[in-house]
Nanobody, 118 residues
């Protein structure tokens, strides 16, 4: 069983920064990368950023140039550095880890709240 645990959320003013972390733990962790999604009240869950085990990254257009995803493969840890936050970035941020060799199957964290005030 693999668990993802996020940390680092909080309250910040518009223009501020926050950093999120996600640690995968458990036996036999077989993942192909890690990523961050977010879900705001009344909205669908959306991809924020993802990184493969090879270091390839992908960002949503809304966060390009402001957010940076990174991953420590050896520690099964992903980071999301968020700069110049906007009120519309307010959401629950969820960590995701696609299961290696199982397309469409992922592990999910419980989420961490990010609130940006204007």
């Amino acid at each position: 069983q693999v668990q993802l645990v996020e940390s680092g959320g909080g309250l910040v003013q518009s223009g501020g920064s926050l950093s999120l972390s996600c640690v995968a733990s458990g036996s036999h962790i077989a993942i192909s990368g890690m990523g961050w999604y977010r879900q705001a009240p009344g909205k669908q869950r959306e991809l924020v950023a993802q990184i493969s085990s090879a270091g390839e990254t992908n960002y949503s257009d809304s966060v390009k140039g402001r957010f940076t995803i990174s991953m420590d493969n050896g520690m099964f840890t992903a980071y999301l550095k968020m700069n110049n936050l906007h009120p519309e970035d307010t959401a629950v941020y969820l960590c995701n880890a696609p299961r290696l060799g199982l397309p469409g199957r992922s592990y999910w964290g419980q989420g961490t709240q990010v609130t940006v005030t204007s």
